[in-house]
């Protein structure tokens, strides 16, 4: 990409100050595609369609940003009629991003790398903080690089939407007394083990995780226990090992050992007689070799499959609390649509029929019809070479085109419900699927 004039970043500076400001965000949208930049210039025209849509300034700005054929095209891109300004033609210097040389060759225009530009028009709502290599030079920085901690703050409970049982239930139950140093040294031996979170795929489970790393102020260590298992037998324990070691030194610190499924005896697997000592050493690490050691270190499990989970990590004072993570509701299929819409050029969105018609999506489907629905109002503006804004009809399309992955999750969970609701553990999928009247 060729350096930005002066003009061209002092107007980036200034939109970042106000970035409401529509006419002004215009004015660089504008600069930007006399300079050739159409793709950037599509991204900010529409970011300023988010503020003002419809409006139709922005609307021809959008039009003839998308109009220019990009360099090396056959044959050249339909300009948008209703656009009265002939688009100026991108200098042939401008070369094409590593993103457009790769994917859609010969479209004339990369929608790809536009929409990916969208996405990066507005600030990232959750910034992912680069994981500190040693925090106060105390740490191995080998370890570290292996098991990556992220620093606290990015993610809180009130980014999760909806799911208030869940949001209740954590801060009763395990918030609440962490918070406080004086109930944490009170309740000391009953907060220890882990909370263990369960649901369909693609629920929120790791989302939750990271949300209560937030609201304790604590950094993020996220191991799937699938990487923890390692082919040579013995370098699992050392690895599991070494994930609390790492969590020790950055306390306070919330281990979430994601897939902890995968260390059930059920699934099969070649280095079995190694999967044992990896529990062990689970467990070891989770009684805490002496109790005060694992100080600030907190312990949250999560699997899809807890009837598979290792029997010895379900007793008490493990794994044996646990929390149902369930499809989003309403309140939180609203949240989640509005965050994967809130960056897309959309129009005339009745958030409100779509929540009704996504009962059951999980928060991955709900991103995914997103998804979907873009590709179809951009692939629609490339073949008809009008731009149109992502609207209710590409959503409706794409919802009918998705079934809720969450389906078979609940087929199996209906078994479990019926036949293996031992001691009660399952007691809350059964309230809820009672509630759904699927029992
Ligand atoms: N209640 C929710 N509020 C906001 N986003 C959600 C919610 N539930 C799921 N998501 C989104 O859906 C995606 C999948 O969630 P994830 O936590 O990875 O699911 P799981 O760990 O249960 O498989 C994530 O990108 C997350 O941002
Ligand atoms: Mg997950």
Not at 58 to 69: D, E, I, Q
Not at 387 to 394: A, L, S, Y
Request: hydrophobic share 45%.
């Amino acid at each position: 990409m060729p350096a930005e004039s002066p003009l061209i970043q002092s107007l980036r500076t200034a939109v970042a100050a106000a970035p409401q400001d529509v006419p002004l965000r215009l004015h660089l949208a504008q600069l930007l595609l006399d300079a050739g930049a159409a793709d950037a210039a599509v991204a900010e025209a529409a970011v300023a369609l988010q503020h003002a849509p419809g409006d139709p300034q922005a609307r021809a700005l959008m039009a003839r940003a998308m109009g220019t054929p990009a360099p090396g095209t056959a044959t050249p891109a339909p300009v948008n009629p209703a656009a009265s300004t002939p688009a100026p033609a991108a200098p042939a210097s401008s070369a094409p991003t590593p993103a457009s040389s790769t994917s859609a060759p010969q479209r004339g225009f990369d929608w790809k790398a536009a929409e990916e530009q969208i996405g990066d028009a507005v600030p990232p709502r959750f910034v992912e903080p680069e994981a500190p290599l040693t925090e106060d030079g105390s740490g191995d920085p080998g370890d570290a690089a292996a098991w990556d901690v992220e620093v606290p703050g990015a993610v809180r409970l009130a980014d999760v939407g909806g799911l208030q049982e869940v949001k209740d239930r954590l801060e009763a139950a395990f918030l609440a007394p962490l918070r406080n140093p004086e109930l944490r040294r009170l309740y000391g031996k009953s907060l220890r083990g882990g909370l263990l979170l369960y649901g369909p795929p693609g629920c929120g489970k790791t989302f939750v995780a990271r949300a209560v790393a937030g609201e304790l102020g604590a950094k993020f260590l996220s191991v799937s226990v699938n990487d923890v298992l390692d082919m040579w037998i013995g370098n699992s324990e050392r690895n599991m090992h070494e994930v609390f070691e790492t969590a020790r030194r950055q306390a306070p610190c919330v281990v979430f050992l994601d897939e902890l499924d995968a260390l059930g005896g059920k699934r099969s697997r070649t280095h079995s007689s190694g999967m044992r000592n990896t529990v062990n050493q689970l467990l070891t690490e989770l009684d805490g070799v002496d109790a005060a050691a694992n100080e600030g270190v907190f312990v949250l499990g999560a699997t899809n499959v807890p009837w598979d989970v290792d029997l010895a990590l379900r007793r008490p004072g493990r794994f044996d609390r646990t929390l149902l993570v369930l499809p989003p509701d309403a309140p939180a299929r609203e949240a989640i649509l509005r965050h994967h819409l809130r960056d897309r050029p959309i129009e005339n969105v009745e958030l409100g029929k779509l929540v009704k018609l996504t009962e059951g999506f999980s928060g991955a489907d709900l991103a995914h019809l997103c998804e979907s629905a873009a590709e179809s109002a951009l692939l629609d503006s490339a073949r008809t070479g009008t731009v149109r804004m992502i609207g209710m009809k590409d959503l409706l399309g794409a919802a009918k085109q998705l079934t809720p992955s969450t389906e078979p999750w609940f087929a199996s969970a209906r078994n479990v419900a019926l036949y293996a609701n031992e001691g009660g553990q399952y007691d809350d999928l059964v309230a809820y699927l009672k509630r759904k009247r699927r029992l």
